[in-house]
């Protein structure tokens, strides 16, 4: 199972990204698959998860209505479309396998690969 983010980069607010995780080692549909983050000196955070037959999304409250998750399973491809991007946003973003919601909060209980740093800033 590989997982490899890439897309990330230095934006100014209200800016736009859109993160791509390529994967191999296994069909796409295996799994639910989604993003969390991490900051230094922060906790990890889950960011988004779709299922994996229905495709059903889930968000954390502090991008809902800003992110998007969509998967590609012809490309073996998972994307995170990023508006209306703030500060608060900057972090380390990473794709990760087998995510569900549990208690409120996105979880993961899978693999996950390299991150994509994520910069936003004037």
């Known amino acids: 199972v590989q997982l490899q983010a890439s897309g990330g980069g230095l934006v100014q607010p209200g800016g736009s990204l859109r993160l791509s995780c390529a994967v191999s080692?296994?069909?796409?549909?295996?799994?639910?698959l989604g993003w969390f983050r991490q900051a230094p000196g922060k906790e990890r955070e889950g960011v988004s998860c779709?299922?994996?037959?229905?495709?059903?999304?889930y968000y954390a409250d502090s991008v809902k209505g800003r992110f998007t998750i969509s998967r590609d399973n012809a490309k073996d491809t998972v994307y995170l479309q990023m508006n209306s991007l703030k500060p608060d946003d900057t972090s380390v973003y990473y794709c990760?396998?087998?995510?569900?919601?549990?208690?409120?909060?996105?979880?993961?209980?899978?693999?996950w690969g390299q991150g994509t740093q994520v910069t936003v800033s004037s």
């Open positions: 080692g296994f069909t796409l549909n295996y799994y639910a």
């Open positions: 779709i299922s994996r037959i229905h495709g059903t999304t």
């Open positions: 990760a396998t087998d995510c569900t919601v549990l208690a409120g909060r996105i979880s993961f209980f899978g693999s």
